[in-house]
């Protein structure tokens, strides 16, 4: 029992604590790092370096009033913020993280990942609406248009990397890029899956159902407390997880060169991605709510399909 | 297997009843999700996981927020409530009640004739994908085509009278 093996109590539990324990510590490490990028400090005094800061916001957060405001669904606005993070951790169940840590290994994983982003949508979607209050709906109007057509392009930019290692299965699909990654004959779709994941995690620069400027603080205005603080750690682990997910499918997963351990690769590999993400919100403006869709669906689904066609194409023409 | 399958139908069952006895319209749905989401389970032990994905993706997923979409936009409020309830109340059920026993008696009777059940075996993604994209190609050309004239239609009926591409 007490040994790592796919789908052991010790693997489950560790992946468990770990995700959670990271996206948590993320809090930090983003604003240190926004702190950086802008030429300016950030959080450094709780601490060493202001590490401590994680723990005091954790108490700030878990001794606010939680607060439900007496106009709001109840029953829906108790569920909004308890979906995300059920979908997101559930996501991580067909995370291939090394050979010997992993929960599942699920013939169609690409697919169960696929199906946990759609249902997250619902999380920002139930919980503007429960608010009862007009900035919150409309965050969740914007919410669920983009995540809806950001889904469909994640979705076919992966289909790529499906059709070029035969499987849905993400163990597999990390096993058969031992002579090659896939970022090389899959730099469109791996683009397209970037783009499309920071969308589906709503993140800056498409945190457009929570732009702060433009409507309170989107659909996440009314909560308070804890239940702002699943909203927030649920963000963070779809972040964590769109960082996973490029690692497995396009960046070789834990397969790298022997003199350091496969989870070191996975972490190392991961670790870039989510640095990056954070560098892209310091970096880039927010678009228009119309611009960002009509780039989704008049520039980036016709070259997913694109890329889907010549992928199938080129595999059909070697076989 | 068969106890997940007895379990996910139990769940289904008492979901749909609950979409339709229940009368705020977004809890509603939320049994309408839960009701399918226990479908992908039952055809998850049935032996086909790509179903029961595809069942996840496209109707707990895509097309119930499109409902949730529609349903932000109407605005109801506690007067489709009242409306709700006074339906769902007395004689309305009678006639319903009556038409769905004698469909769930013939099931049953047809079902006890049924011998043999054995556990069934999955089908994988690329069993499936090969049947779809051989014997039955043309169910599948002819479904895109339906889509496809849905999708102009709808495209078509968007669009406003006048406003050419700017």
Known sequence: MFSFAVGSALSIASILLVVVALAAMLIWVERRLLGFWQERLGPNRVGWFGILQVVADMIKIFTKEDWVPPFADKFTFVLAPAIIMIVVLMSFAVIPFTPEVGVIDSNVGVLFVLAMASLGAYSVMLGGLSSNNKYALLGSLRAAAQMVSYEVFMGISLLGVVVLSGSFNLREIVETQADGWYILPQCIGFLIFLIAGVAESHRLPFDIPEAEQEICAGYHTEYSGMKFGMFFVGEYLGLVLISSLITVLFFGGWLGPAFLPPIVWFSLKAGVFIAFFILMRAALPRPRYDQLMSYGWLFLLPLSLVNLLITGAVVLGTM | ?166
């Open chain 2, 1 to 166: 297997m068969m106890l997940l399958f007895y379990l996910a139908a139990f769940v289904a069952v008492i979901a749909t009843v609950c979409v339709i006895v229940q009368t705020n319209i977004v809890h509603a749905l939320i049994y309408l999700i839960l009701s399918l989401l226990a479908v992908a389970v039952i055809f998850y032990t049935l032996g086909a996981p790509l179903a029961a994905m595809l069942e996840a993706i496209v109707y707990a997923g895509a097309i119930m927020v499109l409902f949730l979409f529609v349903i932000m936009m109407l605005n109801l409020g506690q007067n489709t409530r009242e409306q709700e309830r006074a339906w769902l109340a007395g004689r309305g059920w009678i006639l319903p009640a009556l038409l769905a026993a004698v469909l769930l008696a013939q099931l049953l009777y047809v079902l006890s004739g049924v011998e043999g059940m054995s556990a069934p075996e999955q089908v994988g993604v690329m069993a499936v994908g090969a049947r779809l994209f051989g014997p039955y190609v043309l169910a599948v050309e002819l479904a895109s085509i339906l889509l496809l004239a849905g999708l102009i239609s709808a495209y078509h009926l968007a669009r406003k009278p006048g406003a050419e591409d700017e």
